[in-house]
């Protein structure tokens, strides 16, 4: 533990350095302050931000996007990728309309969205539930295929029907390929809800970035952006440390 | 630059030769503009289509930006000469330290209804006032420009509390569908987006307020910006601009309800010239006062956009003034 | 024909229920216009040169800034693999970076680089640089041990071990992560020209939104799902001709 935080060090003086090199170039003049604050302006306004609780309701807002997009998006891509490993019936009626939507860029769906959701929560939370889908799909899909036959097997010969096969052993065996498929969407989770927010104007973290740009308000632009991008690394550690829960438990079972 | 603009421009240019005699041999100086495809900035495009800037010896190159985002941060990364901006945005960039200045004027609101902002309800949703939308949704197209500050100012003409209304941010062409689904109580539209709404949801929406003439009856609304470096270095280059875009200006005031007007809108904003027949028009002025826009500025202050503003008097280019 | 055939009919099912839905006013929108609408409006469009012009102008900018994003991955992840040092110092902030989803970066962007070209390609390009990165420097662990040291022992020079092993060796990882990447980057490309500036199938997508062609918007959101699916389909046929020698001998995974 010493030794991991230890090596941190240069990377963390790195930064640090970085940050006074910025904070020394805007004040000698080199970077235009109207463009660039002082790192220690955006400090400031960050300490604001954090004391007066104001950064409370769109982060909250931006998280609950995230999160419920995130789980809509995860189960319904585990649920149609299992159905569709596991039936050859559910593949063979799904697979075009899936490989049809899957390259999609889920962006461009956000305009049709806003005219048939309108602007609110439902909009926002199915543009980052779509986006999600397909790559849980997908790996979903793939890692039931891929589950070992002689398994499969034993659970006949021991007479499981299909939902206790299908938990005890599809889907432990499955696991890592889900949890792949669900990195990589939880990069896109917030992909989705930031554009979202910026597209349609209200609430959260996106919003806010664009909303302070547009109205010249850089140090708070920036100072949103330092926290979107600590709630991106949040989210992340977050998943990083569920991932190896879930990865333990398969290993036990 | 986009295709768009690029074929708009090419058709323009390839009418023009005719109506522009003092076309030379020598080449144009080219000069990149940032526009929104919206009704205000019909002068602009009328010069372009008439080769009055041809004629000052320059090639207008127009970029259309869609939706709320302006110009402006383009204009400090210096990819543009000269921005057509809503006054609010440009003023807010201003106290903030961006040293943009007026070139010139856009629009202005007409001394009296109809007027190009209008406030909409749901018939029969008990919204007749601003008192009434105290704890309800209004729709601005964006927060913090001359559409959502007239809105607000209307709010508290007609009796309500403007901080207690919530400002939902909507896109003009979603305004109609967001309102008759009732995920709003009412919106501030612009035209040619009131008359559309009017005529799509005519059943289901109405008209209950005229925010510009009601609040700033001829007050000031959009203009061209410059920064000001490049304004004290090429002030040649933005003199023939102005010469250029007011006589665009005069062409479009001497066609106001005619169909050429209308084919010329409905070109460059793309919204389809039967939608265009029935919008109001903005007032097309040429000049600015140093009073409109210190008027601007109290009102902006007003509504919470606090700050230290320069006078309007020091903002205006010399194109700008009488 | 063989299987297909119920995936094939709910998906004609569907496009028909589109098109009987607008017809008949099942949905009554200006906003929900026939299918048999929006391909009329599609083939005019590529007709009239208009879509095509703005599909190459999208890709022209996705590819530079793909290109941009691969090479700097690519070195990056060399040198991460050849020195501790670099990793130690330089990879905090990397990671620091990564999880800042792409669409907020473009405000700030905007006023340093504008609202053209520069500013979308860098966009594609962080975006590439992020995936590339990590799979070069997977790839080179993974191929290290074996291959490089080899290479060593016999006394290949450096740079020649570099071009002729290591590069080649680690090149399906690379690729690996250039798919990733070339997804993201259409998203990501697109994104930026939704939000800012005019140019391409992005910007014109939402230009048709504001002026309420619906038609038109349907049209742009074809083309990039057709697009999406052709880049994905080409990848594919470019990494078998390229790596085929490394499915044949059965070394994924």
């Not at chain 1, 063979?92 to 889920?106: A, C, D, G, Q």
């Not at chain 3, 570099?162 to 590069?167: G, N």
């Not at chain 3, 939000?195 to 910007?203: D, P, R, W």
């Amino acid at each position: 533990m010493a030794r991991r935080l230890l090596s941190l060090v240069p990377g963390l003086a790195f930064i640090a350095l970085l940050l006074a090199g910025l904070e020394w170039a805007v004040d000698a003049g080199l970077v235009r302050r109207a463009l660039m604050p002082p790192p220690s302006a955006i400090w400031a306004v960050l300490q604001d931000l954090g004391t007066s609780g104001e950064v409370l309701g769109p982060l909250f807002a931006t998280l609950r996007l995230v999160f419920i997009g995130f789980a809509l998006g995860s189960a319904v891509g585990i649920a149609l990728g299992t159905a569709m490993g596991w039936w050859s019936a559910a593949f063979r009626l799904l697979e075009p309309l899936v490989e049809m939507m899957r390259p999609i860029p889920k962006a461009a769906l956000v305009p049709p969205l806003m005219l048939f959701l309108g602007l609110g929560d439902t909009m926002k939370i199915t543009s980052v539930a779509l986006a999600v889908t397909f790559p849980v799909l997908v790996n979903t899909l793939q890692g039931v295929r891929g589950v070992d036959r002689v398994l499969l097997d034993s659970a006949r010969t021991h007479g499981w029907g299909t939902g206790r096969t299908l938990r005890h052993v599809v889907l432990p065996a499955s696991l890592p390929f889900i949890l792949a498929g669900m990195r990589t969407s939880l990069g896109l989770a917030l992909i989705l809800a930031v554009l979202a927010e910026m597209l349609t104007g209200q609430g959260g973290l996106g919003f806010l970035i664009l909303d302070m740009q547009r109205s010249f308000l850089i140090r708070q632009m920036y100072a949103w952006l330092v926290i979107l991008a600590l709630v991106g690394l949040a989210l992340n550690a977050l998943f990083g440390w569920a991932e190896s829960r879930a990865l333990h438990w398969q290993q036990r079972n | 630059m986009t295709d768009i603009t690029r074929r708009a421009a090419l058709g323009a240019a390839i009418a023009a030769p005719l109506a522009a005699p003092a076309l030379r041999a020598q080449a144009l100086t080219k000069m990149r503009v940032s526009v929104i495809p919206v009704l205000d900035v019909a002068p602009l495009h009328a010069a372009i289509a008439q080769g009055y800037f041809a004629a000052e010896g320059i090639e207008i190159d127009t970029s259309t930006t869609a939706g709320g985002a302006t110009g402006l941060p383009g204009l400090v990364a210096g990819q543009f000469r000269a921005v057509f901006s809503n006054g609010v945005s440009t003023l807010l960039g201003v106290r903030e330290g961006l040293e943009f200045r007026f070139i010139a004027a856009a629009s202005r609101a007409m001394p009296q209804p109809p007027d190009i902002l209008a406030v909409l309800a749901r018939k029969g949703g008990g919204i007749r006032t601003g008192k009434d939308l105290e704890g309800k949704r209004l729709a601005s197209n964006t927060r913090n420009n001359i559409v959502w500050l007239r809105g607000m100012a209307w709010v508290e003409k007609t009796g309500g509390d403007w901080r207690k209304v919530n400002t939902i941010e909507v896109p003009f062409p979603q305004m109609a569908d967001a309102l008759a689904n009732g995920q709003v109580d009412a919106c501030v539209s612009s035209e040619p987006f009131v008359t559309a709404a009017l005529q799509s949801h005519g059943e289901k929406i109405e008209r209950i307020g005229w925010p510009l003439s009601e609040t700033a009856p001829g007050g000031t609304n959009a203009h061209y910006v410059g920064i000001a470096p490049d304004l004290a270095k090429s002030g040649d280059l933005f003199d023939r601009f102005a010469r250029g875009l007011h006589k665009g200006v005069d062409w479009v005031n001497e066609r106001r309800g005619r169909p050429e007007l209308i084919e010329l809108i409905a070109n460059f904003s793309r919204v389809p010239a039967e939608r265009l027949k029935d919008v109001a028009l903005p007032a097309y002025p040429k000049e600015i006062t140093p009073a409109e826009i210190d008027e601007l500025v109290a009102t902006m202050q007003r509504y919470g956009l606090s700050g230290r503003y320069p006078t309007g008097a020091s903002l205006l280019h010399r194109t700008a003034q009488a | 024909m063989r299987r297909v055939s119920s995936g094939v009919w709910l998906v004609l099912a569907l496009l028909l229920l589109w098109e009987v839905s607008a017809r008949t006013g099942l949905v009554d929108s200006p906003n929900w216009p026939p299918l048999t609408r929006v391909i009329a409006v599609l083939g005019r469009d590529i007709v009239s040169g208009e879509l095509p012009l703005l599909v190459g102008s999208t890709l022209a900018r996705m590819f530079t800034g793909l290109a941009a994003g691969t090479v700097a991955g690519v070195s990056f992840g060399l040198l991460f693999g050849a020195s501790r040092l670099a990793r130690l110092v330089l990879g905090p902030t990397v990671e620091l970076l990564r999880p800042i989803p792409i669409p907020a970066v473009i405000p700030p962007l905007v006023l340093f680089l504008g609202l053209d070209n520069g500013m979308k390609i860098t966009v594609g390009a962080v975006t590439a640089f992020f995936p590339v990165l990590t799979n070069t420097a997977q790839g080179l662990r993974a191929v290290e041990a074996d291959q490089i040291a080899m290479a060593r022992t016999f006394g290949v020079p450096a740079w020649r071990r570099l071009s002729r092993v290591t590069l080649p060796a680690i090149l399906p990882y690379v690729l690996a992560g250039l798919r990733v990447a070339l997804a993201l980057t259409l998203v990501t490309t697109v994104v930026a020209e939704m939000i800012a500036g005019e140019q391409g199938i992005g910007h014109y997508l939402v230009l048709m939104q504001f002026a309420g062609r619906a038609e038109e918007m349907y049209a742009a959101v074809l083309v990039l799902a057709f697009l999406g699916y052709a880049l994905n389909r080409g990848f594919v046929v470019m990494e078998r001709r390229l790596i085929g020698w490394f499915f044949a001998t059965g070394r994924e995974g």
